[in-house]
Each structure stands twice: as C-alpha cells, then as structure tokens.
C-alpha cells in the first residue's frame, strides 16, 4: 500500500534514549486522530547519524528534517505540516551563528558532504523489514557473486577496489581473504567483529542498527570468497538495539533461504552465529576476541601466526570488522573501480599504496554537529570539523582532534589539512583506528585529556604482558603527578622513555597503540605539559589542583550587583558576601567544583 | 635447515625454530621470565626481545615465540634490546623489589634503581610476578583446569576458582614445580596421592617402589598421576626416549592354581607414635629405624647425607633400643634384629660425621656370627653405649650457643644415675611387630597364631616351617621376628620341603579322617564352617555335605557336632567302633 508522505524517525540508540519510541507513538495516534492514517506511514529507521539534534524525523518523499522533537511538539506538527501544509519554522534545523533555517535534509551541511556506502540505507529503510532491504537493491551482490562469479574472481575484485581493514588496523581485505582460502583445512571461519569498545565510537552499532543486512550479505560474500560454512559475530551485551536487529536479520535470511543451505540453489551453505562479549576493551583485538568465543579469557597471543592460519579453534579464520563487511556488497555491485575511485592513492601495485572508500566516523566532543558521519577517505580534517562537525561549540577556538579511538594521537590545528588516510594520520602519530573522533577546544588541557585516554586502556589492559601492565600504570601514575602539581622536568623525560617503550615492547595492538595520546601531546602540547610542570599552571584551565577561581569585584558589583547566586549554589560554602555586595571565594574552603563559573551570569568569576 | 645470523654467528637451525632456540644452539644467552621448556611459549615478560632484520626492515619481536626464517638477521643485543630490557626490569624491580629471580635478572641485565616507583610495590620474596607459568602448566599440560588469572590489568592475580580451594585441584604440585619465586606452597595434607611408605618426603606419581630395587624398574600410581585423572601431562612419555611409557596398562588379578603355598608376608613396623614419651611424629628429628635407613641409603630422600630437617649435620645421635618390644605394654618379646642394626646405624653415623653416637640399651643382644667381634669393634669406634631403657625425648638446647636439641632422659644403670643426654637425632629401634591383615591371612590358608601373634609353625623345634594345613608353609618375619640369613635359611628348607612332594608325584592323606553317610545327612551345614582345615563342602545339588579327604586331618570336630550323627571317622563308625569293644570284652 502507497502512501502519501513516509516519517521516518530515528530510533537509533541515541534517539531511542531521548524517547523518540514515544514521539513514534505520539505521531501515530495524532495522524489517526485526523484520519491520515491512510496517507502519511510512520516508519522506524536506523541512526541517522545527527545525533547532536536527536530525537529526530525526516519527512520523505521532501527530505523535510524535524530535529530536538519533544512529545508536546507533534500535535502542532501534525496539524501544521500534514493538515495545514506548512513547515513548522521552530523545529527545522537551523545551523550555529546563522538565523534562517534549512528544511531540507540535502541542504543541511552535515549531510550535504558525506559519501554514503556503508550507511547508503540509514534513515531510509525499517532496519527489521528484510523486503525494504532487498528494494533497496540488497542481497543482488550476493546473487551476482554465486550465479556469476568465482571464489577466485571475488577476491580479487576486493583486492582491485583496495578495500582495508576499516577495525583499525587497516590490513588490506583480499589479500586477507586469499591468505585465508589458501590455507588447507577442512574448515574455514568468518568472524565478524561487533565489539566496538572505544568510549564515544558507535559506527559499529549503528551500522547495524540502521542495515544489519549489509554486514550479513557482506559475510556471505567473504564466507564464499574464502570457502567457509560458519560465521560469528561477536557483539558486545552493550548494544541491546543492535543485538535484536541482528536477530531478526538473521532470522528473516534465513527465512528467505539467505543463511542455511544451499543458498540460491548453489552448493554453498552458511550459518552465522552471535557470541555476545561481556564488554572488555580488549576483546576487540582479534585473538582475543577468538579466545573469547572460544570460551577462554578474552587475553590476546602472539600473532607470529597469523589467525588467518590458526584463529578460532586453530582453524584458518578471517575476521573483518563491521564496516569492512557492510563495504563489500556495495564493491561487489558497483565495481572495484568505482569504490577505488574514492579515496587516496594508488592501489594497483601496493595494497598498502592508498585508502579507498569511505570512512565512517562518530564525530564527538566539542563540535556543534555531533554524531555520525561517512566521508570519503581523503578528506581533510578542516572540513570533517568546520564544515560536516559545524565547528567548535560556542565560537571558541580548535585545539586538537583526536583521531582512532582511545589510542589515537591528538593533532594539532597546523596538521588540521592532513587527509584522512591511513598512513597519514600514522605519520603523525596518531592512526585511523576504528573510527572515533574527539574534538577538543582551547579548554580542553591536553595533558588532562591525555590522562583520560590512558587512564581508560590502562583499565582496559588485560595485564598479560609487563610492558602494557606496569608500564601503562607508570605512565598514568606520572600523569598524575603533573596534574596535581607535584611533575618534574625529569617526569616529561621519563614519560616518553616509558611510552616509547611500550609502544616497541608490548604483546598485542592494545599496549602498542594506548601511549600514542601521550606521546602525540608531548610532541604537540609540550608548552602545556611545561606549564603544569615548571609554573604548576593548567592552560586549558581543567586541572583542578592547579586553578583558583576567583570573583572580579568590579563585575561582581557592577553588572551583577552582587546578586549572590553563587553563594546560594556554593556546595562548600566558600563564597563570602552578602546581597549587593562584593561577592569573594575563601580558596581554603573552595572545592573547585565549578558551579559558581557555571551560575554566574555576569562572566564574573574567572579561572586563573 | 635454513641459516641464520644471530649477533654476528651463523647458525643452520631446522626451520620453524623459535628464535630462542636457534640462539641457545648459537651459545647466545637471551634472558626469560616466563619460559619453561615444557610450556608452549607465553611471551609476556618480553625480555627476550630482540630485533629483527630483513631486509630493510627491523623490528622488535620475543625470542621465545619468534619462528626463524632463512636468512634473517637477529640482534639480541643491540642498544635498543638492551634500552627496552632495562626499562622492564626497572618495571619488575620497582613491584616485586624483594623476589630473587627478579633480583638476579635485574643484576645480570645491570638494572639497579627503577626510576619508576611502583604503587603496587610488594615487598614479599615470594611476591607472584604473574609469569603465568602455573596457569599454562595446570591448563594447557596438567588439563585440570585449576588456576586462572582474575581481575584485569594492573590488578591481575593468579586465583583457584572463587578464590576457593577446587575440588579438581589433585595436588600434583606441577603449578609449585614450575613457580619461579615459590610464592605457590604444596599442602602435603591435601595430596591425594600415595601417601609415602618407606621414604621420607613427598612421593611423585611415578617411583621406584623400593629403594635400590633390582631391575630398577619406576611404576606409575595412577591414582595420584594427573594423567589418570584429565588426560594431561604426559611429560613423562615425551622425556622417555625408549617410548617405555604405556597409560594403558591396567591392574590385573591372576588366578593361578597351585598344589602348595610357602607364606612368607613379612611384619610391620610398631608404630612409635603409641609412646608419646618419645616424640616420634611430634618433634622433628625424631625417626623409626626404617625412615633413618632411607635416610642412609644412597637411592634415598637426602641422598645417603645424614642430615636434620634444618639440612645441617648432627652434632649427636641417640639410638634408643626396644621401643615396643620387651615390654609388657606392647610386645613382650625380643625383636632379635634391632641390636645390630642398632650398631650398624652407630657405625654408619661414625662413618659419615662426626657426631657422637649414643645408644641406650637394656641388654646387648649380639649374638650370632661375627656379632660380637661387630660390637666390640663399636666400642673401639667410640659409641657410647649407656645401659638403661631411656625414659623420654624432650626437646632443650645446646649449652653454650643455645641452639635448639633434643634431650634424652635416662637411668644409666652401670653408673646407677639418671642422665639427660642432649642430642640433635633421635633413632627409634621399633619392634617387629605381626602383619595388620595377618588374621585374614591366617583364616584364608587356617593357619594358627602363637600367643605373640606370629603364624603358628607345627612344631617350633621338629618343623618350624610347615603348618597344621597340609601343603601350607611358613618363612622369615610372617613366623617371628629373625634376620636375613636366618629368614633365608627358614626359606630355603620350606622350598625343599615343597620340592620334594612335587618331586614325589603325590600326596600321602591322613588314615583318620572324617565321612559323611549321604543317607543321614539332613544338609544343616552345620559341620561346613566348623571344620578347621575347610575340608567340607556343600554337595548343592545332593542338599548334603562332603569331605575332601586330601584336606582332612581327621580332628573329629564335625563329628562330635554332628545333630543327626551323620559324620562319622573313616572306618571308626560307632558300629564299628562298639564291634571292636564287644570283640575286647569277649
């Protein structure tokens, strides 16, 4: 049945979060209650990616994009825009520093500059309908790939689009594969690696919750490619949402004679099944990941035999992570030439020569635009920051961006015009990873973030070597001591000798990624780690041993009158002053929670 | 074989060695914590990085799991290896700053102060430093699954299941073997295994069942071998290099049909422990005379050193006669064999220290040949020999340096003064005492018992080795207590006593012996268990019994229980017996 108007609304994780379930429901009974129900279809969608303006809809077939919806919004929406036929001006995006509202989705900056392969059917198809899949054009790569084409052929239209690895690591997937097939064995394995575990990366989750048929058909292909029967895919507990729409994809392929045997009547069978990871960081990482499946400790071994040769149960395995998989259908379909037309490089000698396709990226921290985004491999970070990101929050200035999850490296705002690319952000120190992206601001304190970072993979180690077990614990012991106050000079010394070190010594990628925001601050920010060293002062104004705030008298009195605010929400009692007074801090009671800066209305209270 | 260079030296290696290996065949040292040759390697310590080149590329890589390849080039000294080996046992020095092996690395690697303090510092010496080598032991080879590492990161400890002692833990110790800084204890009390007989210390699953056995031949106790209980291990078949390690073996018992039986069991040891006063498995130090013989014996738990628990040589030893034998509270009689093997301990210790040697007897029982010339040459040797059963072992110290001893109390009855004698090594003379199954022993073959519980011979001057069963014989300790060449004697003359009826061909039976008369017999059974030589069995299917006539001495013991009067002598009926009295009286 057609309908006049589709609203697709978001329920992605985030959206779910902010009640978009019940802005659903809302829509569905106020279009009822008009009798529209006949007209105007709602329709759940995977993450849209805008997560900043979330709980969000998008009015198809117009593109009109509804943002921050609140349940008491729809009713005046619904007479507004499918009775009346007008757009409701309040609930259009209208981006930062600008007045006039963009109504459409096309338009809007942040969708306007991304490539869509992986996330092609985001916030256009109900991710639990396989139908709206396969009208979308899904599973025609996998019939291509068995009625027309051999094993052979398949790997190397993937070695000829110069896909890599998207996990982070970015080892080129046909030569993966082939190394894969070409080991004898009665069994081969498929892994699909769902256990995104950076803090504030949600590419993986999302990816699934919006197309789980993507990384299913992408499985079948590889599955095929390399001559393999069984499948995993190894997904954290975390992602409930992502989880039971893999389920139901899995369930309605298998319905349709996509997962089982005999698949399109050709002599190829393949079953997928899903472990759920418990949550370790460190399970991400491929051997740990398979001992964990395996049912042992999720701790990883020594790669000097590769797990295309002996992985899961000592039987050749190819493990691919999410986004690597959802690529596949789309290369098989359009061609390697048209994926490897994207992107950076040259990759018809060297696999290792340039990074084709696309990117996806959760773009986070002190960007307006936060959420997630596809961009084509060679972009710059400028324009992923002020042009998709919209800028840094509340007009202050760029610091750094940190690329590639908990491990990357921070760059600074001089390497902002490097393009993404994997041996690019390498150079610098930092590195593609997974896909995360944290912005931060000139209040950001570098050496405050870099402690964040380690402090989280140092938790995170498993502690089976000493290198990332006592070394990373040294480092952090360090950082600490420079953010309160108490670093040497030989501190910045022994930081590096210490973080060099465990880059060059550790067992797995975990210990020999997790110094890099450490050592890419040093190179970067040393003035910053000087000043908390030599003057104990934080520049970013975040170190909370290091600050003082303190009340200008003349704002205090003369625009605020003393309005006593602050001494009304000082937890500690430390603000001394009466109404229509100078207002001061008793630093000695002080317990520099911030909550005066944040209530002060006149901009009084300053950090030093 | 591939070649390789390794620190300037070419090397031909098999392919697929790893790194650490080829350079212990190059004569190169790479040092390790957490490598031993009977684990697969681990490669967390990573001080047995070293660096690689191929080519152009370099890079840094652990010996211990590197596969070499041909024509690669290994540093395992450059400045870098030698930079980042520093830094890790800065690392483990600044944790565990007390553990020897640690210590002893740091020294060898000249590591002095770490410059990073460690928060987790533990100041133990047997601090664990999480090599893993017990969990990939009780994993990988022992199979019993038992030991694993909880927490993550900094905070990773070797725990047993919910921090619990595990069931499926048998003990084997295979975890405590491999642990380099001991911080992994054995409870002996907790070892399912074979408790040890005759040695002292802890016994392995696989043993040589007596000390100086001929053919030296090692068993296998499967009940405590971890092989038998998860299918593990098998270190043993891979060290065996005549393949003689067979897990299928199984206990057998073989019936076997014989005409005669020579029964020669042995005796126990009395259990010194039933006379507190001495000490014996309460203070240390204090031995039965068959532990200080394994403590002698060369094969044996100290390898033939006399030594204390303390591992040092004893200043003194006292040598305590009869305990348990002549008297009354346990055996009245003499033991025979304690007083020269007494002397021989004596001369042994003269022999092997320079303790002074006491031995506190009742009476000097050297007879027999060439015994007495032994003991006179004792008291040349200077063993001082105090007449007086000692009345206890206490424990006090050394006069002089104060150092802990034992001290024997005693009545020298030669001086007629009481005396304390301090010693650092107290030997128990334990009496012979009768097998603990010895009854079961004697019922199965009915034999009789003599009032010291000995098996009773038919005639202790005419034949002391035959028995009042037909066909049954006697030898050595089983009888009474004697020494060796007396046993060997007893031995000799019941083999030729059952040699000569072989050698006859048959048996000559009794002319007195019992009989059923079918007719009467009502099937009571009554007669079945009486019979003290089992000479009659039940006929199931006549519901009567009968007399094996080989077996019957014909004592007349059913015939007198007899209720129906169907057992009567063969050829001594009552009829005939009235016929015979009728025939007097005429």
Redesign the interface.
């Known amino acids: 049945m057609a309908y006049r108007t589709y609203l697709m609304v978001c329920a992605g994780t985030g959206c779910v979060a902010n009640q978009s379930m019940k802005i659903k429901d809302k829509l569905e009974s106020e279009i009822r209650k008009r009798g529209l129900q006949d007209e105007v279809s709602v329709v759940t969608t995977g993450c849209n990616g805008f997560c900043a303006v979330g709980p969000l809809m998008v009015v198809q077939p117009d593109g009109i994009f509804y943002q921050l919806l609140k349940e008491t919004d729809i009713p005046f929406l619904v007479e507004e825009h499918f009775v009346k036929g007008r757009l409701v001006k309040e609930l259009l995006y209208t981006p930062p520093r600008e007045k006039a509202p963009i109504p459409k989705m096309s338009d809007i900056p942040f969708f306007a500059d991304q490539t869509l392969i992986v996330l092609r059917n985001r916030g256009l198809i109900n991710p639990e309908n396989i139908d709206e899949y396969i009208a979308r054009g899904g599973y025609q790569a996998l019939a291509k790939v068995l009625t027309l084409m051999t094993p052979d052929q398949v790997i190397q239209e993937i070695k000829a689009s110069g896909l890599r690895g998207r996990g982070g690591g970015g080892f080129p997937t046909g030569i993966k594969w082939e190394t894969c097939k070409n080991v004898p064995s009665d069994t081969h394995y498929v892994i699909c690696n769902a256990d995104e575990g950076d803090p504030g990366a949600f590419m993986d989750r999302s990816t699934i919750e919006s197309d789980p048929h993507a990384v299913i058909e992408g499985m079948l292909i590889g599955a095929y490619a390399i001559g393999s029967r069984e499948g995993y895919v190894y997904i954290r507990n975390e992602y409930p949402i992502a989880l039971e729409r893999l389920q139901v994809a899995i369930k309605q392929a298998r319905e349709y004679g996509l997962l089982g045997q005999k698949i399109f009547n050709k002599d190829f069978d393949f079953e997928i099944r899903i472990v759920r990871g418990a949550g370790?960081f460190?399970c991400g990482e491929s051997t740990a990941l398979m001992a964990s499946i395996e049912g042992r400790?999720g701790?990883p071994?020594?790669k000097?035999?590769h797990t295309v040769e002996r992985g899961l149960w000592d039987k050749p395995t190819c493990l691919n992570n999410v986004e690597t998989w959802a690529n596949v259908p789309q290369i098989i379909e359009k061609g390697a030439g048209w994926f490897s037309s994207i992107g950076t490089g040259d990759v018809t000698s060297d696999a290792w020569g340039g990074s084709k396709g696309t990117k996806v990226f959760s773009l986070a921290g002190k960007v307006n635009n936060t959420g997630l985004i596809e961009v084509p491999m060679g972009i710059t970070l400028r324009k992923i920051i002020f042009d998709i990101g919209g800028g840094i929050k509340d007009g202050k200035k760029f610091k750094a961006v940190q690329t590639g999850g908990p491990s990357g490296g921070f760059i600074p705002e001089s390497l902002l015009d490097l393009p993404v690319d994997y041996e690019e952000l390498t150079k610098v120190g930092s590195m593609m990873g997974s896909g995360g992206m944290v912005v931060a601001d000139e209040n950001n304190c570098m050496v405050d973030m870099a402690k964040y970072f380690l402090a989280f993979t140092?938790?995170?180690?498993?502690?089976?070597?000493?290198?990332c077990?006592?070394?990373?614990?040294?480092m952090l012991?360090?950082l600490e001591k420079i953010t309160v106050g108490k670093g040497t000079e030989e501190d910045l010394v022994?930081l590096e000798?210490?973080s060099n070190?465990v880059v060059?010594?550790?067992?797995c990628a975990l210990g020999g990624s997790a110094p890099n925001p450490v050592l890419t601050t040093l190179k970067y920010f040393r003035e910053e780690y000087e000043a908390h060293v030599k003057d104990k002062h934080c520049p970013g104004h975040s170190c909370r041993e290091l600050i003082q705030y303190i009340i200008d008298p003349e704002l205090c009195l003369g625009k605020g009158h003393g309005c006593h605010v602050c001494a009304k929400n000082c937890p500690d009692g430390a603000i001394v002053g009466e109404t229509k007074q100078v207002h001061t801090i008793d630093v000695m009671k002080c317990g520099k929670c911030g909550i005066c800066y944040d209530v002060c209305k006149f901009d009084a209270i300053h950090i030093e | 074989m591939v070649t390789i260079n390794i620190d300037g030296k070419s090397v031909e290696v098999l392919e697929e060695t790893t790194i650490l290996k080829a350079a212990e065949q190059a004569g190169v040292w790479i040092p390790t914590m957490c490598h031993s040759e009977h684990l697969e390697p681990y490669g967390v310590c990573r001080l047995c990085s070293v660096e690689v080149v191929r080519g152009k590329r370099s890079r840094i890589v652990t010996a211990c799991n590197f596969p070499v390849r041909g024509g690669m080039t290994i540093h395992t000294n450059s400045k870098k290896v030698q930079w980042l080996r520093q830094v890790i046992m800065e690392l483990m020095l600044s944790r565990w700053p007390r553990v020897r092996v640690v210590k002893e690395m740091a020294e060898r690697l000249a590591v002095k102060e770490p410059r990073f303090p460690s928060l987790e510092r533990d100041e133990a010496e047997d601090a664990c430093i999480l090599c893993g080598m017990c969990v990939n032991m009780c994993n990988d080879v022992v199979k019993a699954g038992v030991l694993g590492f909880a927490h993550s990161g900094i905070k990773r400890e070797v725990v047993l299941p919910f921090d619990e002692r595990s069931d499926s833990c048998i003990v084997c110790g295979a975890c405590a073997h491999v642990c380099p800084t001991g911080h992994i204890k054995v409870i002996l009390e907790d070892y399912r295994g074979k408790k040890p007989e005759f040695t002292l210390g802890p016994k392995t699953p696989i043993y040589v069942p007596t000390l100086q056995a001929v053919p030296r031949v090692p068993v296998i106790d499967a009940e405590s071998c971890i092989h038998f209980e998860t299918g593990g291990c098998e270190i043993c078949a891979k060290v065996c290099e005549p393949n003689a390690i067979d897990y299928s073996m199984q206990d057998e018992i073989v019936e076997i049909e014989v005409g005669q039986v020579l029964v020669s069991t042995g005796f126990d040891l009395f259990d010194a422990s039933a006379m507190a006063q001495y000490g014996y498995g309460r203070l240390d130090n204090v031995y039965s005379s068959l532990e200080f013989e394994s403590i002698l014996n060369s094969t044996g738990p100290t390898g033939g050193k006399i030594v204390m628990k303390s591992g040092k040589e004893p200043k003194a030893v006292g040598i305590i006669h009869c305990i348990g034998s002549r008297d009354t509270n346990h055996h009245a009689y003499c033991s025979r064999v304690c007083c020269m093997y007494a002397l021989k301990f004596a001369h042994l210790v003269r022999d092997r220290t320079d303790a002074a040697i006491y031995q506190f007897y009742i009476d000097m029982r050297a007879f027999g040949k060439g015994y007495e010339e032994f003991y006179n040459r004792l008291l040349d040797e200077g063993v001082t020999m105090i007449r007086g059963k000692a009345a206890e072992v206490v424990e006090g110290c050394w006069q002089g340096n104060g150092e802990p001893s034992l001290k024997i109390r005693c009545e020298d009855t030669l001086i007629g003064k009481f005396r304390e004698v301090p010693v650092d090594m107290v030997v128990l003379c334990n009496a012979i005492e009768p097998r603990r199954d010895s009854d079961a022993v004697r019922r199965l073959f009915s034999i009789s018992k003599s009032p010291d519980g000995f098996f009773l011979e038919r005639h202790p001057k005419l034949d002391p080795t035959s028995t009042a069963t037909e066909g049954v014989f006697i030898a050595g300790c089983a009888q009474g207590p004697k020494d060796i060449p007396d046993t060997v004697a007893q031995a000799g003359s019941a083999a030729a006593r059952i040699l000569s009826v072989i050698a006859k061909g048959e048996v000559e039976i009794e002319p007195v012996r019992a009989m059923v008369q079918e007719e009467y017999c009502s099937g009571c059974k009554i007669c079945n268990n009486l019979c003290p030589y089992i000479a009659i069995e039940f006929l199931e299917e006549k519901k009567v019994s009968h007399v094996n006539e080989a077996l019957c001495k014909g004592c007349g013991t059913c015939v007198a229980a007899c209720p129906s009067s169907a057992m009567t002598g063969h050829g001594f009926t009552d009829a005939q017996i009235l016929a015979e009295l009728d025939g007097l009286m005429i």
Request: charged share 30%; proline share 6%.
């Open positions: 370790a460190v400790p701790e071994r020594a000097y035999v140092q938790a995170e180690s498993c502690g089976k070597c000493v290198p077990r006592e070394g990373t614990k040294r012991d360090i022994l000798e210490l070190m060059e010594s550790s067992l």
